[in-house]
């Protein structure tokens, strides 16, 4: 038996691992089936090669729980090592490994992020054991070694009687770890963790059906039959699925696989994804994956995190932030990449230069795909646009790349249900609603229902109205009218349509001047000022008399800033302001100017702007009540 120091610097690293991230304890499983696997992996490249001339057969690990004793034990069949290698391996390489990880980072151990998950290796098994053993058999024709340590920097090393190869290690798991010791818990890390490694992994035993048992039906003397039950037998319970779809060709795939593996990842989400994209590439760096695009509701912050990252096919996060473009956090799926770097901190990894590729690639990569939904399918596309507008939408905000790529695919639906891209909206509309200064007006409403009138108004003059209602709309029509050309949006509901888009043409008012002034008068004694600002108008005589509009601006820049704008809060404080639009022509504001008595005047103003705020959802409450009590008096 050799008994020796693992090589220290420091006084006892143990403890410090015990400290170092105490969130993250449990990651010492990954990292030691990690080991297993690059063990079993090794194993099967050097029978490949010839190296080793041993029958490499169907290698698993497995993981058993030995609950009275205290002791988890992982064991794998993998190319096991001999009492030199434990001594290089663990004693000097993986020993300096874990410490300089330690050193570098026990200051910034605070960044919760992605630190820790990797590089403490071998010795992160300290994080939960008070001792460890290695019980290893090298497939080399060599005595097995066991390797003990109890948590200081003493270790012992001597001969043990393993004849299987490969490697057994035991951890005797301290008292504040004991969660460590129910099946409950390690079966969850390994479906956490493992649920996609490549070699497979036992954990326990199941009964199933026998599958080569048929169970006979028998008559009774009544005729009833009973049917005998299925013979159990017992299998191994693998917990881990080792050819998960990303690892294999797209070509190899047909459409049912996409949908089963994603039924795989997420097996309690019922809705079938609209579509994926399978990422695939091995220069300049290599990553392969499946993104999903899953039906898209407006709350964007919720569908967040549901990316998972791999390395290797072994789990690290599903935080992919920094990693895969802010906008395609949204979508699901898997990302598997070697070479995103993954002990560092988030705003490291955000200047890495491999990174910033990743994310560009998996960005043009989304670009092209639904550039190729759209063009081999655009029937399909426009059916589905509801369910992803919001992710093309947040993309063409965020991503410059994205935004000139998105003018082949991004849709401006209409009211009526029609679909344009920005180019053929354009063609359609040019002639028709350019204003008299050479402006292009784009029209859009955000809700069909309560911006119905406004709609037919538009649709009066044959313009076309957009339907656009996500909640960043009002960002990316901003962004519209910066990059293109002289257009403006406006809202059918800022204005009378007439103002929205102006001609040349001027409607005479029936009004002159002095009856025009009184009108203005009266109606400024009446209607609140704080609340709306009467706009006198000469519409055609059929037109409404009152409307309320709400002006583009702020409420534009009112709904930039509720939906982060950040900052400050200019706009989110002002009251709500609305303007008037009396129609001037109309036989109602005849018979206003017409009437002998101011009281009866004042009545009528007043039931006409509560029939306006009516028709906006604005009539509440209180003045609800009264307007509802007065129009009954009206019609006794
Ligand atoms: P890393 O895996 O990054 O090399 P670790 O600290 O996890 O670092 O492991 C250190 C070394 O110990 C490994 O590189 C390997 O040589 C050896 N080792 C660990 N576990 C096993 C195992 N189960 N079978 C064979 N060798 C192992
Ligand atoms: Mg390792």
Known sequence: MTKGNINVSVEN????????????????????????????????????IGEAKVEYGDPKIEVTIDKEGKKLHIIDQGLGM????????????????????????????????????????????FMVAEKVEIITKSFKDEPAAHWTCDGSPEFTL???????????????????????LEESKISELLLKYNKFMPVSIKFGTKEINDPDHEPATTKDAEGKETTEPHRKITVDNIINNPNPAWTKQPADLKEEDYTGFYR?????????PLFNIHLNVDYPFNLTGILYFPKMSNDMQMQKDKIQLYQNQVFVTDNVEGIVPEFLTMLRGVIDSP???????????????AVKKISSYITRKVADKLKSLFNSNREDFEAKWNDIKIVIEYGMLSEEKFFEKADAFALYPTVDGKYYTYEELFNKIKAS???????LVILYASDKEAQHSYIESAKAKDYEVLLLDSPIISHLIQKLESTKENITFARVDGDHINNLIKKDETTISKLDEEQTKSLDELLKEVIPSDKFTVQLEAMDSNESPFTITQPEFMRRMKEMQATGGGGMNMFGNMPEMYNLVVNTNSELVSEILDTKTKKKQERLITQSLDLARLSQGLLKGEELTNFIKRSYEMIK
């Open 13 to 48: 690293i143990f403890p410090l691992i015990k400290k170092f991230l105490y969130s993250d304890h449990e990651i010492f499983l990954r990292e030691l089936i990690s080991n297993a696997t690059d063990a079993t992996l090794k194993l099967k490249h050097l029978t490949n």
């Open 82 to 125: 001999t009492a030199e290698e434990v001594e290089k391996y663990i004693n000097q390489v993986a020993f300096s490994g874990a410490e300089e990880f330690l050193d570098k980072y026990k200051d910034s151990a605070k960044d919760s992020g992605i630190i820790g998950h990797f590089g403490l290796g071998f010795y992160s098994a």
């Open 158 to 180: 001597e001969p043990s009687d393993k004849t299987e190869r490969g490697t057994e290690i035991i951890l005797h798991i301290a008292e504040d770890s004991t969660e460590f």
């Open 264 to 272: 795989e990842l997420y097996p309690m989400q019922f809705e079938e």
């Open 339 to 353: 070479d995103i770097p993954l002990n560092v901190s988030r705003s490291y990894l955000q200047a890495d230069g």
């Open 433 to 439: 609603q350019t204003d008299k200064d050479g402006k």
